[in-house]
């Protein structure tokens, strides 16, 4: 879970089953700290297959809680042996100057279980250092869309190429550029930093779905998309899911595309 505040006040996170009143029945009451205004907390101990709510509160010298966030929720991945059905929302490339993005509020009114982001979330193009890169990043989330569907439901998301410039891929951009913008992407969004920058994972909802989340920016060469590990990954998390679905989150696309596309160096 997390969040940005501007103040350094003292910070508590509360989350509570959702259908739970939250006066007495937190599931998680903790003070939290933050880096930079950027507050990240990884939650355990929560019930499969449940929703929960969450906000930061801030408190006083006495420890009296005198203000908090907006409130936002997600839901928890189920057992293993669940066959739940899962209703999902998706979304992708949101340019800051086509704001404000009316789609995502829109589909926040609707009820799923989860948000999948495939990339493009801020276009970040132009910044070069790490203050230009958390600009471009608050401009863009202060977007009243994302604000709602961030506050809907938990997310799944990877990178393309504008969170960190147009066209990302190693060989061409600047190793200055690609690692302030990774820093920016990691401290800004709820996404757990795995080894570095590897953005390459999977997520099991009971026997349903295993979402199979790609970087196809991060360790792209000249003739490769994704390394030979995580091709290799990939094929075993297809050939070994226990799930029903597969759902593969790629920010290029894996199509014999038309003459008329012009960008003939992202596509597979």
Known sequence: LWT??????????RV???????????????SVVHSDGYFKISVDGLSAGTWYAYAF???????QSVARSAAGRF?????????DVVTIAATTCTKTEDGPFKALSTMADYDYDVVCHTGDISYNDGAVDLDGFRKKWKETLADPGYKSLFAKAGMYLTWDDHEITNNTWRPVTPQSVFDAGADAFFETLAIPRIKGNQ??????????????ILDCRGERTSDKYISDDQMNWLLQRLA????????????VPITEMPAIWLAKNDRW
Request: hydrophobic fraction near 35%.
């Open 75 to 83: 839901k928890t991945a189920p057992l293993a042996t669940s066959e």
């Open 4 to 13: 940005y505040a501007e103040n350094e006040a003292p910070t508590r996170l």
């Open 240 to 251: 070994q899911s226990p799930c029903h679905f597969k759902m593969v989150f790629n920010s």
């Open 16 to 30: 509570w089953q959702a259908d739970e009143d939250p006066i007495s029945n937190y599931s998680f009451d903790q």
């Open 57 to 63: 509160f801030t408190d006083d010298e006495a420890g």
């Open 199 to 212: 953005l390459w994972t999977s997520y099991v909802w009971g026997k349903t779905v295993e979402f199979i």
